[in-house]
């Protein structure tokens, strides 16, 4: 299966197992090429997931596997979580 595959709004496993707080299938996804920057269609990334259910471990590894701690263009770094059904 590709790591990387998506739905329709482009959010990944890997945004799935970071909402859900899953290390195991967070760390497995990243072992398996998943894209630690990759974007959903409201510009969330992993790491502002993360940052958004303030789970430290998971930001910690995202950032150790590559995610780029801050977006210049958003406000404080990490863009808004609005728009995503449930938020």
Partial sequence: ADPNG???DGHTA???AVEFGDEASVQLLLRAGANANARDRWAN???S???DTHSG???RRLI?????ASDPSAENGFPPRTGV???
């Fill in 45 to 47: 990334t992993p790491l």
């Fill in 49 to 51: 997931i993360a940052n």
């Fill in 6 to 8: 998506c739905g329709a």
């Fill in 85 to 87: 059904p449930g938020r």
């Fill in 64 to 68: 150790a596997a590559g995610a780029r």
């Fill in 14 to 16: 890997l945004m799935c």
């Fill in 57 to 59: 471990p998971i930001a």
